[in-house]
């Protein structure tokens, strides 16, 4: 599971060019929002697999990631100490998307998703 989150990165990134998004900053924000939310997963998940799944529609682009493994907790947003070099995962993902959620399904995996709103001057329209 240790290069999950780097192919994950790369699958998103060829996923980027094919809808023709190439502003970096909307890049550098969804690529961070979906490593944050498959480090997660992967970190605490009691089970073994976790997909991802993204997608454009007008002017936003959704994550979702989904573990399989039944977590001992409910996904939270921490404000850990200065110190302290973990738990900012969900924080960061709450400053930089425009809404994120979580579900518990009844088999006791998890989705969490989030929404990244393009940046101006992306056209929803261009994607192939």
């Not at 780097?6 to 996923?15: D, E, N």
């Not at 939270?76 to 425009?98: I, N, W, Y």
């Amino acid at each position: 599971m240790k290069r999950a989150v780097p192919v994950c990165r790369s699958l998103a990134r060829a996923w980027l060019d094919g809808q023709r998004i190439h502003d970096d900053d909307t890049r550098f924000l969804m690529l961070l929002v979906l490593s944050e939310l498959c480090t997660n997963a992967i970190q605490y998940s009691a089970g073994t697999r976790v997909t991802c799944r993204i997608w454009r529609s007008e002017d936003l682009l959704h994550i979702e990631v989904h573990d399989r493994g039944g977590a001992a907790s409910v996904p939270r947003v921490r404000h850990p100490g200065g110190e302290q070099e973990h738990g900012r995962g969900l924080e960061l993902v709450a400053t930089f998307s425009s809404r994120w959620g979580r579900r518990i399904e009844a088999d006791s995996s998890c989705t969490v998703w989030a929404v990244v709103p393009l940046a101006a001057g992306v056209n929803p329209r261009m994607a192939p």
